[in-house]
């Protein structure tokens, strides 16, 4: 019995071990082999040397994917504390709006936002009516972490919204009749409990904001590439996949460190005992 | 039994349908271009795959590019299958050394012959063997008059503090390097390491004045005032200016970009007579016309400089006469290690 059901699961999962196979590691696989071989296919250190030339690149990517990312958080918790604590109706009206802008590609979202911050946007002709301005925002570096923000603070609010509604309330009752306050109840109970709903949304936020690339083309100007700005430009212009393979393995293994080590942040700031 | 019989039913409409596959093969041509590349029907002008479809019953399968090297890299990645496709003089040199191009049977093209004598051996294909030319043209320096005086006559315009945060620039390396190269009069051919690092060193100097790296938003932003000087093609300067008659064209005195895309037939198509068929009929009077009238290109087709309805008729910077003419030079194929320089230097110029 136990055995044909181990079979029964083991089939149910074949189709996704296979998916995995086919489009996750197998992936892997090619970028770290094109990374350490040439055009010829011999084995060659000469990508990760070539990586020296970029460091001001990552530098400025993880910079701008920081900054959006502690941005988003600021924004995100308080707004989504206040909606767990709100009405029914309310919820489902502000989670739909918040969703709604995810009906639209991305691409033409971040495009509109150019169309707004231009010195001759929209944001400036309504100012300017004011007799205000005009203030030059577009092709700044602003502009990019603006529309990482932008872009990407649903993927913040969801996830802490969502673990603060799952909340039990006697918690909070209880900390509220052994005399705690207000203050000492969010710092103390809810803020921890939360926790794992700020370490998804920090992941979910991060990782898209370091890769991306067409929000820094776009809002940027181009003058403040971004790394994924760098690695598509060597799969779509240069042609030297071997480069792009060895900028996106690095990539993946700074976005891999940087989860480690806020993993283990998070771990200490609880006590350990941390789920996700 | 009723599920049993449904699944009957359905596996037997799955091998009606491959049988019809297989026996009747619909005649099929896919082609590869540029964006905005031909006369599509749009208000009324003439829709050129729609009308070869009528002509020949011939399906037009057609995807579009934004550059020759995107262009270039999809094909090499494998899994497409196009026939036709219009790269620019030194992708198509590339491609004939790389073995991807093949021999076209003129013998079918009698169109052929409204080609100009003028666009004929050209150095990337000199024996006129794989390409027919498909339009033409010249880079130059587009103004917005309302912000820019005097009218600038050189490329250090692109350089001016005056228009720091207002000025585009190409934002791929073979074009952005053309113009470096153009003020420091180096050739756009050059394999020397020497000049393609003070080329990358001049367009390093240009981030002062904070430019814009773009594609096709020129259109936008130069239309719309947003931005006050780009260096783009100049056909696409006319459709800008119907737009913003603000707008001025100049071609600098350093020198430009001249090109020619041109339309080839991929290495291993399996309709080769189709595609044929389709270049000869980009070749006609008719065609070729509202191509010209549509894209705002120069055309190399006699039929369309000759014919006084066109509307660019001896326009005088599609088709400068002889004392207008701008210095101009074609680009080459690069070998690989200058075209790894040029785009390892142009990383490094855009990572500032």
């Known amino acids: 019995m136990q055995q044909r059901s181990s079979l029964k699961a083991r089939l149910i999962a074949s189709p996704y071990v296979a998916w995995s196979a086919l489009f996750i590691v197998a992936p892997m696989f090619f970028v770290v082999y094109y990374a350490f071989t040439d055009a010829a296919g011999a084995f060659t250190l000469a990508n990760i040397k070539a990586l020296s030339n970029y460091t001001e690149i990552f530098v400025r990517s993880i910079t701008f994917g920081l900054i959006a990312t502690v941005i988003c958080l600021l924004i995100a918790y308080p707004f989504a504390y206040i909606l767990s ?21 991305f691409l033409i979202r971040t495009y509109s936002w150019m169309a707004l911050l231009q010195d001759t946007g929209l944001i400036n002709a309504i100012l300017g009516k004011l007799g205000i301005g005009p203030f030059h925002m577009i092709n700044t570096g602003g502009a990019v972490i603006l529309g990482m923000i932008y872009n990407f603070l649903p993927y913040m609010i969801l996830p802490i919204y969502s673990i603060l509604t799952k909340l039990d309330r006697s918690l909070i009752e209880a900390a509220e009749d052994l005399g705690s306050n207000r203050f000492n109840v969010i710092k103390k109970v809810v803020i921890p409990l939360s926790m794992p709903g700020v370490v998804s949304g920090i992941t979910m936020v991060f990782v898209p904001s370091v890769s991306t690339f067409y929000i820094s083309q776009k809002l940027g100007g181009g003058a403040f590439d971004l790394i994924g700005d760098t690695i598509e430009r060597q ?39 941390m789920v996700i | 039994m009723k599920k049993t019989l449904c699944f009957v039913c359905i596996l037997s409409m799955l091998f009606v349908t491959l049988a019809s596959c297989s026996s009747e093969p619909a005649k099929k041509l896919y082609v590869y271009n540029w964006g905005e590349y031909i006369s599509d029907g749009e208000d009324g002008s003439f829709d050129v795959n729609a009308e070869f479809e009528k002509k020949y019953g011939i399906e037009v399968v ?18 497409v299958n196009y026939d036709i496709v219009i790269p620019s003089d030194y992708m198509i040199e590339r491609m004939i050394s790389e073995d991807m191009l093949e021999k076209i049977d003129f013998s079918n093209i009698p169109n052929y012959s409204n080609i100009s004598e003028k666009y004929l051996n050209q150095p990337y294909d000199p ?34 503090a005056n228009y720091s945060g207002k000025t585009l620039m190409f934002a791929n390396p073979r074009d952005a390097f053309a113009i470096a190269q153009s003020i420091l009069g180096i050739d756009y051919n050059t394999t020397a390491e ?17 430019p814009s790296y773009v594609n096709d938003e020129v259109f936008n932003k130069m239309e719309s005032g947003e931005a006050y000087l ?44 189709s595609a044929v068929l389709y270049i000869n009929f980009l070749l006609e009077e008719e065609t070729a016309l509202a191509n010209a009238e549509y894209i705002c290109y120069a055309s190399p087709n006699t039929k369309v400089i000759n014919n006084t309805e066109y509307t660019y008729y001896q326009n005088e910077i599609l088709y400068p006469t002889q004392d207008k003419q701008p210095k101009t030079q074609i680009f080459t194929n690069l070998p690989q290690p200058s075209l790894d320089l040029m785009n390892s230097l142009w990383d490094s110029v855009k990572s500032e």
């Not at chain 2, 020497?194 to 904070?210: G, H, T, Y």
């Not at chain 2, 895309?261 to 080769?272: F, P, R, V, W």
Request: aromatic residues 12%; negative net charge.
């Open chain 1, 85 to 105: 604590q709100s009405g029914a109706n309310v919820q489902r009206t502000m989670i739909l709006l918040i969703m709604l802008p995810m009906w639209m590609n």
């Open chain 2, 194 to 210: 020497a000049d393609w690092n003070a080329a990358a060193e001049k367009l390093k100097a240009q981030k002062s004045i904070k």
């Open chain 2, 62 to 79: 057609y995807d579009t590019y934004d550059n020759n090297e995107a262009m270039y890299a999809k094909l090499k990645g494998g899994g």
């Open chain 2, 230 to 273: 780009a260096p783009y093609y100049a056909g696409d300067f006319l459709s800008m200016v119907s737009v913003n008659p603000d707008l001025a064209f100049v071609y600098p005195s350093e020198g430009v970009n001249y090109f020619v895309d041109a339309a080839c037939i991929l290495k291993g198509s399996k309709n080769k007579e």
């Open chain 1, 235 to 273: 799969f779509q212009q240069a042609y030297n996949y071997n480069l792009g393979a060895s900028l996106s393995l690095v990539l993946m293994v700074l976005i891999l460190v940087c989860m480690a080590v806020m993993h283990r942040f998070t771990d200490n700031d609880e006590g350990g005992g």
């Open chain 2, 127 to 160: 024996n006129n063997e794989y390409s027919v030319p498909y339009n033409v043209g010249m880079v130059g320096l587009i103004y917005n008059t309302k912000y820019v005086s005097p009218a600038p006559t050189s490329w250090e315009a692109l350089w001016d």
